[in-house]
């Protein structure tokens, strides 16, 4: 009964494959987030969806490509992978948008070799 | 450009003792402050926050104090326990001023050890 649940919760693959990271919350929240937390450990938002519309959508690389098939889930996938892809990815959920109190998921960790 | 900074990577304190952690913004905008704790292999959590329009609020042994005119807040635990020993995040938006829509700057996180 994981509030906000990702799967895989670790993904190791080559350079320029294509890969999707899937995440589901069973809060009935609105709003979806997708954050990376680089090797530096900042924490970033890249996406987040409010009814399975596109709100935020910060500068990332078009080779991220959020899906929102309905409100209870928002996966991501990257094409084209590249090395500084590497990095844990954590999504998360708000019950309104614009929302401060996000629940976050256990996070995937990406590494590209 | 770092808007959010946690300049203490880590911090150690003894059972019992109080821990202090601190924060600083540069961006005049932001109205609304959080405290996301960490534990390894788990996603951020919410612990507490602080609008601009308040300079302290409490919540059991967590109390954040916010300080506009130096862009700075701080989270007291008092009395700490091994329990909180995690990575402490600060997190800023311009929530009141209706530009935030969920958009959070974090800072890089503050390792709080707390030994027995």
């Known amino acids: 009964d994981t509030a906000v649940s990702q799967t895989p919760k670790y993904l190791v693959t080559q350079m320029g494959n294509d890969k999707s990271i899937k995440c589901e919350q069973n809060l009935g929240h609105d709003t979806m987030y997708w954050y990376k937390q680089d090797s530096k450990k900042f924490l970033k938002i890249m996406f987040s969806y409010n009814n399975k519309e596109l709100i935020i959508n910060e500068t990332v690389p078009n080779r991220f490509s959020p899906k929102s098939p309905d409100k209870a889930h928002l996966n991501l996938h990257i094409n084209s992978l590249e090395l500084g892809d590497s990095a844990v990815y954590f999504c998360?959920?708000?019950?309104?948008?614009?929302?401060?109190?996000?629940?976050f998921g256990p996070g995937t960790r990406l590494l590209v070799l | 450009d770092q808007q959010v900074k946690q300049n203490s990577p880590s911090l150690s304190v003894q059972e019992g003792r109080i821990s202090i952690l601190n924060c600083d913004y540069t961006n005049s905008m932001f109205d609304y402050f959080l405290w996301y704790k960490k534990y390894p292999a788990e996603g951020p959590t919410f612990l507490i926050s602080i609008s601009s329009i308040k300079d302290k609020n409490e919540d059991g042994r967590f109390t954040v104090f916010l300080n506009k005119s130096a862009k700075h807040l701080s989270l007291h635990i008092v009395p700490s326990q091994p329990g909180d020993s995690a990575v402490y995040f600060c997190?800023?938006?311009?929530?009141?001023?209706?530009?935030?829509?969920?958009?959070?700057?974090f800072g890089k996180g503050t390792k709080l050890s707390v030994k027995p």
């Open positions: 998360a959920s708000s019950q309104l948008a614009g929302s401060e109190t996000q629940y």
């Open positions: 997190a800023a938006s311009d929530l009141l001023g209706g530009g935030s829509q969920g958009n959070l700057i």
